[in-house]
């Protein structure tokens, strides 16, 4: 099993997200929900051997990403560590947005 790590953008993202479903559903409980099931899963896709969910060599080498409801997660295994990188929103220009990002 690998351990599991949050980089800072996706640490911020899940916390934008939280924001936006609590102001949109006008619930805090349901915000907070959520959140709790994109931390499972991504528990979960740590917990999985060998490399999961879908190679993304056109935005970073190293880059793979699995769908979560309207969300898309991306990770990267790093040695013994499942590193979620981001986690936003299916609908955005995804190729736009890692666009020269190499970090």
Known sequence: M???RYTDAARADI????LYIARETGSRRV???FREQIHQKC???AT???SMGRP???LRADLRSVAFKNYVI???YRDDVFEVVDVMA???DIEDYFGGDET
Do not use: C, K, S, Y
């Open 31 to 33: 915000a907070e929900n």
């Open 2 to 4: 690998a351990r599991l």
């Open 90 to 92: 299916g609908h955005r």
């Open 74 to 76: 991306f990770f990267r």
């Open 56 to 58: 993304r060599p056109e």
């Open 15 to 18: 916390a934008d997200i939280t």
């Open 43 to 45: 528990r979960h896709l």
């Open 48 to 50: 999985l051997p060998g």
